[in-house]
């Protein structure tokens, strides 16, 4: 059984997240939604949908799916679903109650980092996301290669308890998974500590 995160958490930043983040995340984002290059027609999951902020950069005529574990971030993504095809729902991004295959294309913008099993959210997203689809992600990880100090380990568990890791490995996320191909992995914020990655799907999966 997976956990579920803290609800108090999001009760308490649903009102805020947007007025703290939206000015700090928002090229980001808009950078991560374009290398998805959605069409028209096409079917979109965004897992951990949050407050929204990715709604209004979806182009028209895209099929959205976006869900997230707690209704009070739902509630505020609700009112920027204006003139799009959006279908909100409760979700737990570490069991996806889809079918195999479902999706053109995936949207993870700071999930990563905030679901308690990052690899569980990632193996559900994977196995729902068509052969040839488009997986984007921007989050918070460790720099590869770079050690997990005493200090680093301490002021993580200290941001833990405001619900987010910023001490997971993306390689270690994205081990193992077959016909991942990775595509773009560019740095964002922070020097490089957000990342933004595009990966393929390939046919062969």
Same mark, same amino acid.
């Given at each position: 059984m997976?956990?579920?995160?803290?609800?108090?958490?999001?009760?308490?930043?649903?009102?805020?997240?947007d007025?703290?983040?939206?000015?700090? +995340?928002?090229k980001?984002r808009? $950078?991560?939604?374009?290398?998805? *290059?959605?069409?028209?027609?096409? /079917?979109l !999951?965004? &897992? =951990?949908v949050g407050?929204?902020?990715?709604?209004?950069?979806i182009?028209?005529?895209?099929?959205?799916?976006a869900?997230d574990?707690?209704?009070?971030?739902?509630?505020?993504?609700?009112?920027k679903?204006?003139g799009?095809?959006?279908?909100?729902?409760?979700?737990?991004?570490?069991?996806?109650?889809?079918?195999?295959?479902?999706?053109?294309?995936?949207?993870? +913008?700071?999930?990563?980092s905030? $679901?308690?099993?990052a690899?569980? *959210?990632?193996?559900?997203?994977w /196995?729902v !996301?068509? &052969? =040839?689809?488009?997986f984007?992600?921007?989050d918070k990880f460790?720099?590869?290669?770079?050690?997990l100090?005493?200090v680093r380990?301490l002021?993580g568990?200290v941001?833990g308890?405001?619900?987010?890791?910023?001490?997971?490995?993306?390689?270690?996320i994205?081990?193992?998974w077959?016909c991942?191909?990775i595509v773009?992995?560019e740095?964002?914020l922070?020097a490089?500590?957000y990342?933004?990655?595009?990966?393929?799907k390939t046919?062969?999966?």
């Amino acid at each position: 059984m997976t956990t579920i995160p803290n609800q108090s958490i999001y009760r308490f930043y649903a009102p805020v997240y947007d007025w703290l983040f939206r000015p700090v +995340t928002i090229k980001a984002r808009r $950078v991560t939604v374009g290398l998805l *290059a959605l069409q028209q027609g096409e /079917r979109l !999951l965004i &897992p =951990g949908v949050g407050t929204g902020l990715d709604l209004p950069l979806i182009p028209p005529g895209v099929r959205v799916i976006a869900g997230d574990i707690s209704f009070d971030m739902l509630r505020q993504a609700q009112a920027k679903t204006t003139g799009l095809e959006v279908d909100l729902k409760r979700m737990d991004a570490q069991h996806l109650e889809f079918a195999d295959g479902s999706f053109d294309a995936v949207l993870f +913008t700071l999930v990563l980092s905030v $679901v308690p099993d990052a690899r569980a *959210a990632f193996r559900e997203a994977w /196995r729902v !996301l068509r &052969p =040839g689809g488009r997986f984007a992600i921007f989050d918070k990880f460790i720099p590869e290669g770079q050690k997990l100090t005493l200090v680093r380990r301490l002021i993580g568990k200290v941001i833990g308890f405001i619900g987010t890791d910023p001490n997971r490995h993306l390689n270690e996320i994205l081990d193992g998974w077959p016909c991942l191909e990775i595509v773009r992995n560019e740095p964002s914020l922070m020097a490089g500590q957000y990342r933004i990655v595009l990966i393929n799907k390939t046919q062969a999966g």
